[in-house]
Every structure is written in C-alpha cells, then in structure tokens.
C-alpha cells in the first residue's frame, strides 16, 4: 500500500492505491459533491494520474459517526472500491489500482488554499529547477569541449603558417591554411542560424533506430540533413582560395558532391516515412563503388601536377620510399572511398563526435599533402573550417545533425584528397578514429557468427556497436566519449601530417 495525494478542482484528497492484476476502479459519485468531484474516472499507473476518456459512474455515502464520505457497496453487492468494469474500446488493457480511502478527508477553505503553497508544487518546482540547472551545466560541457577545438585547431595552423615555408620549401601566401579555415568556419556558423530553423519548420528530423541506446529517445525530433549548409561552404571556400582551374580541388570537390548526393537520396528515404531507414545497405554500398569507380577512371585521364610528373606514386616513409601501384591503385582508391565514407557514417553517432574528428583528420591530411599539392591542403583546410562552423551547431546537445548527407561527404572528401596525392598511409592515420568504429562493427558481426554456429546462441563482446556505444553503456557520459575522441584524433593527425611531410 502507498499513499498519494491527488489534486481534484483545487481541493486534496489523502487516498491509499493498491495494484490489482483486473482492470478496476474505485466510484465516487458527485451527485453529493459535484463541486469536488468531477463525473470521470481515473486511472493510476503507478506513480501517476492520468484522466479517463469514458464517464465512470460514482457511487457515494457518508459515515454517519464521522460524518466523512465512505464508498458503496454497488447494485451487485460487490465492494464500491473493488468493483471491476469493462474499459471503453479506446482504452488500453493495463492493469488498474484500486482507490480505496483509508484516511480522514481534509478539505481545506479557498483561504488557506490560496494562502498556503502547496508542498507537492514546491517539489515539482524544485525538480524543475535543479533539471535546467543540470541541462545547462551539461550543454556547457559541449561549448567547453568544441571551443578547446577551435583554439588548438587556431593556434596550431597559426604556428604551422608560421614555420611551413621552412618545411616545404616553397613561397605559400601568408596565412595560407589559417585565413581558409576562419573563413569557412564563420560562414558555415552563421548558414547553420539560417538553416537549421528552416528544416525543423519542414519536419526533416532524424530517423532514430530502435536498436541504439535508450538515451537517445531525448534526441527524437532533431533536424538533420546539416550536411547541406556546411558542405558546400566549404567546397566553394577552397575554390576560390585555389582558384577555378585547379584540377586537384576541383576533382575533390566533385567526388565530395557525388557522396553528398548518395547522402542525400538515403535521408530523403529515410524522412519520408518515420519507419523507413533509407537506401539498403546493399543498394547504399553500391552506389558508393560505382561513384569510386568513376572517381578512378577519371583519374587515370586527369592531369594533376605534381612534383614526380607520374601518376599511381605512394609515398612512403623512408626506407620505403616511393611505391608505384599501378593497376592496383584505383582498386585501392574504391576500398579508401567505401572505408572513409561508412566510417564517418558510422562515427555520427554522438553529438559532435564525427564533425570533431572530420576537422582534425581534413587537418592532418592539410599538412600531409602540402608539398606534394598545396591546393588539396587549401582545400583540407577549408573542409576543416566549414565542420568546426558545423560544430557550432552539433555540440552537446546538438541542435542539428550532419545526415548521411554530410557523413559520406565528408569521408569521400577525404578518400578523394588522398587518391589525388597518393597520400593513403597518412590518411588510414589520420582517420584512426573512423577505422576503430568501422573495425568494431565487423568484430561484432563476426564473433556473433561464429559464436551462433560454435556454441548454438550468438554471444559479443562489445555491448554495442559501433564502440562508442559501448562507452555509454558502460556509464561514460556522452561529452567525455566526445573529447576523449578528440585527444585520439589531434595525436593522429599531428603523426599522419609529420608522416606525410617527411614521405614526400
């Protein structure tokens, strides 16, 4: 038996509650009190209240010693608090509480009522209280952790300018990675104030799976689709910072809008109707190949200047040297654009987690790829600028997600950054982040198989995949898997740009 009190047209009731497993209702009547006690029934679930749509009949008396109301026995004989009715067809089969009172009655004067708060109010008005205190000291985290970003990202470019004619060798403008990178990042900030209300007015929300974390029930209704304001801001950054006849950028630029359109068709599927989750992983990965496939043969016939004059060179690092592929390389240019592309899919599971790694690794290859083709290192660092504006946004907690649209963007823009310059190895470094989500899907996958046919019944070993995921589950709030990520990736990216300088 538990106590509760129950507000009923201004005046309180102290009733006791017991479960019972047959849907019945304790009855009132109003016909003696119809100023305190409305004509409808009421359904406890629990801990809460909730009204009835169906007009329950009530039956009413007075205890003639204490002059306090007690229930009746109804037209059956059965006990007013323990009489069971059938529910209306629109109600749901639960089972009800009884209400059944034990306590006196205390009504109160409309004097002392509106002289005295009520303690149950106060209470909810605390809670209230301390929640926004606690969302608030929350989101700070997300604003704490994306402006320590920002700075690093800032003050290493700055210092990297500084000192990048002495490493390649070659006359570069002044703040020539840094001035793109500000640029493209003010104007994608400022795109997302504009975009972001437009689409949560259109009702293009993500689509949550039913298979993630329970947690994520509080992001149900958050636009997506943000790839469409930060992408090509940072596309069209990069053109006019390298200049409308560089052959490098302009071949990234389109591989990157390819993978956005592949993006773009699968969460059009997917806000269509709410039960939908888009393209087939099928139908999705094969677009993805045939989009690489095409990237390959156009390479084969581009002319892109470099410093070796030869096309098909992988850089290595010393002992190595230079590595000629041959017909190997657009096969491992299609294997780069299917990796990087589902890696960053697979990485925008966390608020912040994908574009905050996308920054630092489009950093890492900037410097990787300097010496070989500047312009591919404007472009890397304006990709770079254009998804720490679309943090702004997408910290925690997020106000807007990237989609497929800005994920397979994203990562085609890098395999394409890679292809154009050969500079594979440093990306599988800087890219760490992604290939550990990647590799952590396929761990699971296959010791579930193997498992199944071994021992009859599937077995894991992450709780779920991809791992962050994993990180929840075992308790790590959502902003320390984020910035844990985010060490990972800056000591990755500083590795694959020193990797990628000293290869060439």
């Known amino acids: 038996m538990c106590s509760t009190r129950l507000v009923l047209l201004g005046f309180h009731q102290t009733l006791s509650i017991s479960a019972s497993p047959a849907s019945t209702r304790g009855r009132i009547s109003s016909a003696s009190f119809p100023s305190i006690f409305p004509r409808r029934g009421f359904r406890f679930d629990g801990q809460r209240c909730r009204l009835r749509r169906s007009f329950v009949p009530f039956a009413f008396s007075f205890d ?11 037209s059956n004989g059965a006990s007013g608090g323990n009489s069971s009715y059938p529910s209306s067809e629109d109600e749901d089969s639960d089972a009800d509480l009884i209400v059944q009172p034990t306590a006196d009655v205390e009504l109160r004067s409309n004097k002392e009522r509106f002289e005295t708060p009520d303690s149950s109010i106060t209470v909810a008005a605390h809670r209230f209280a301390t929640l ?3 969302r608030k000291k929350r989101t700070q985290k997300g604003i704490l952790i994306s402006m320590s970003l920002v700075a690093f990202l800032l003050v290493f470019l700055l210092f990297f300018d500084w000192c990048s004619w002495r490493i390649v060798r070659m006359p570069l403008e002044p703040f020539f990675l840094t001035h793109p990178f500000t640029l493209s990042a003010a104007l994608s900030a400022f795109a997302g104030f504009i975009f972001v209300p437009i689409v949560d007015s259109m009702r293009i929300h993500q689509v949550l799976r039913k298979e993630g974390p329970a947690s994520h029930t509080s992001k149900r209704g958050t636009p997506t689709m943000g790839g469409l304001f930060f992408v090509p801001i940072g596309i069209i950054v990069a053109s006019i910072k390298a200049g409308e006849r560089s052959t490098a950028v302009s071949g990234a630029a389109v591989a990157t809008i390819a993978f956005a359109a592949i993006g773009l068709l699968d969460d059009l599927l997917s806000c269509i109707k709410s039960h939908n989750y888009g393209l087939p992983g099928w139908a999705k990965l094969g677009l993805q190949v045939i989009a690489a496939t095409w990237f390959s043969f156009w390479l084969d016939s581009a002319h892109i200047s470099t410093p070796y004059n030869m096309k098909f060179l992988v850089p290595l690092p010393p002992p190595m ?18 990796s990087m592309t589902n890696g ?8 912040g987690l994908a574009g905050g790694c996308a920054a630092l690794a489009f950093i890492g290859m900037s410097v990787a790829v300097l010496a070989i083709c500047p312009d591919l290192a404007v472009f890397g660092s304006s990709m770079a600028g254009a998804c720490v504006g679309f943090l702004f946004h997408n910290r925690y907690k997020a106000s807007v997600f990237m989609g497929d649209t800005g994920s397979l963007a994203l990562g085609g823009a890098l395999a394409a950054m890679a292809a154009l310059s050969g500079m594979f190895f440093p990306l599988f470094i800087a890219s760490g982040t992604f290939l550990v989500e990647v590799l952590s899907v396929i761990v699971q996958v296959l010791f579930k198989k193997a498992t199944e046919v071994l021992y009859g019944t599937r077995r894991r070993i992450f709780l779920m995949a991809p791992i962050h995921h994993h990180f929840e589950l075992c308790g790590i709030t959502e902003p320390i898997i984020v910035a844990g990520a985010y060490v990972l990736s800056f000591i990755l990216a500083i590795f694959a740009g020193y990797v990628g300088l000293f290869s060439a």
């Open 64 to 74: 003639e010693d204490s002059g306090l109301p007690t229930l009746m026995e109804d």
């Open 321 to 338: 040297g230079i590595m000629y592929l041959g017909k190997f390389y657009p096969v491992l240019t299609v294997f780069c654009f299917a």
């Open 132 to 134: 926004r205190g606690r």
């Open 344 to 351: 960053v899919n697979l990485t925008d599971g966390l608020d």
